[in-house]
């Protein structure tokens, strides 16, 4: 079966500081890799997805991840975060449009001002 | 943007008594419903797959007796918690696959959760 490892449950940043949430999955096989954002009383959003292609993803709100297949990883990074990115970020993978996901444990973001 | 509402945001029921939470596509068709459940601080975890016309696929530990879901139409599925025990308090959250022509087929959509408390 395959997994997702979040490795950063908590982090916490001042505003302006460089982001990178690591992800790794366990599945040796061809996968769709995810992340989604839940902001505070909020549902889940897709920041942003890798099917094939160029194996740097760009996302909404300057987010991107890179997958790097050696690695089975799909680290998420932002260069600059603000107070509003404070929220739970979940990397996700699935082996196709048919299956469900399988999601890593989230990591909790707080950014300070 | 594809849209995914549930119904109800939040329930409280009797330990012994069923409760049904509907899970809608607003905007698409989805064919392929998914729905998971959320533990406290704990990530999300796949119960079933639900297709329309057909039935579901559940995972391995979930009991596909107590947890009924039913896909009628390309726009709703439901889950029906039968006979709720306390244990099956959680967060039950929803997802649609999106089959927007031209468009990413392979993204999911989720809706904002039903709280579930059962006392």
């Known amino acids: 079966a395959q997994s997702v490892s979040q490795h950063n449950h908590h982090v916490i940043l001042s505003e302006a500081a460089s982001l990178e949430l690591g992800c790794n999955y366990s599945y040796g096989g061809t996968v769709n890799l995810f992340w989604y954002v839940q902001y505070p009383g909020q549902h889940l959003q897709l920041l942003l997805k890798y099917f094939s292609g160029d194996p740097l993803v760009k996302g909404i709100k300057g987010f991107e991840a890179e997958f790097i297949k050696s690695k089975f990883s799909f680290n998420l990074r932002k260069p600059s975060v603000q107070w509003s990115d404070t929220a739970e970020y979940f990397c996700a993978v699935n082996r196709g449009g048919a299956d469900g996901l399988t999601f890593g444990k989230g990591t909790h973001l707080i950014i300070q001002p | 943007g594809a849209v995914v509402s549930q119904h109800p945001s939040r329930v409280i029921c009797k330990s012994g008594t069923s409760v049904k939470i509907e899970c809608r596509s607003l905007d698409f068709q989805a064919t392929t419903m998914f729905w998971y459940r959320q533990f406290p601080k704990k990530s999300l975890m796949l119960m079933a797959t639900s297709n329309e016309g057909s039935k579901a696929t559940y995972e391995q530990g979930v009991e596909k007796d107590k947890f009924l879901i039913n896909h009628a139409s390309l726009t709703l599925s439901t889950l029906t918690v039968t006979s709720a025990h306390p244990e099956d308090s959680s967060f039950y959250i929803c997802?649609?696959?999106?089959?927007?022509?031209?468009?990413?087929?392979?993204?999911?959509?989720f809706g904002p959760g039903t709280r579930l408390l059962v006392l």
């Open positions: 997802s649609a696959r999106a089959q927007i022509l031209g468009g990413p087929q392979e993204t999911q959509y």
